[in-house]
């Protein structure tokens, strides 16, 4: 699966961003497409997932309630919508995908196959 992550920017706190991650090539009914983010100095977190035959959405404890996975699976494309950000949601964001994935794993950024380039998000106080 290759991934195209767009999207980033620079915003001020409290503003909104909406990430688009494109997919192409070998993704199924079983494709499992995340967001994660690593910050400087930080190690890579999980953010966001969804599973494409589901509309079950999971977020990070961080992010709930303030970001928003969305898809058209017409165009292959998942976003994340993000508002309400705060400076310590800057970072580089990625997309991920897997076709094997379990519940218990889409937490785990070592358990996807496919990443993006990333792009980065970046919110002033």
């Known amino acids: 699966v290759q991934l195209q992550a767009s999207g980033g920017g620079l915003v001020q706190a409290g503003g909104s961003l909406r990430l688009s991650c494109a997919a192409s090539?070998?993704?199924?009914?079983?494709?499992?497409l995340a967001w994660f983010r690593q910050a400087p100095g930080k190690d890579r977190e999980f953010v966001a997932a969804?599973?494409?035959?589901?509309?079950?959405?999971y977020y990070a404890d961080s992010v709930k309630g303030r970001f928003a996975i969305s898809r058209d699976n017409a165009k292959n494309t998942q976003y994340l919508q993000m508002n309400s950000l705060k400076p310590e949601d800057t970072a580089i964001y990625y997309c991920?995908?897997?076709?094997?994935?379990?519940?218990?794993?889409?937490?785990?950024?070592?358990?996807?196959?496919?990443w993006g380039q990333g792009t980065l998000v970046t919110v002033s106080s």
């Open positions: 991920a995908a897997d076709n094997s994935l379990i519940l218990s794993s889409i937490r785990l950024y070592e358990q996807y196959s496919s």
């Open positions: 969804a599973f494409r035959w589901s509309q079950h959405t």
């Open positions: 090539g070998g993704t199924s009914s079983r494709t499992t």
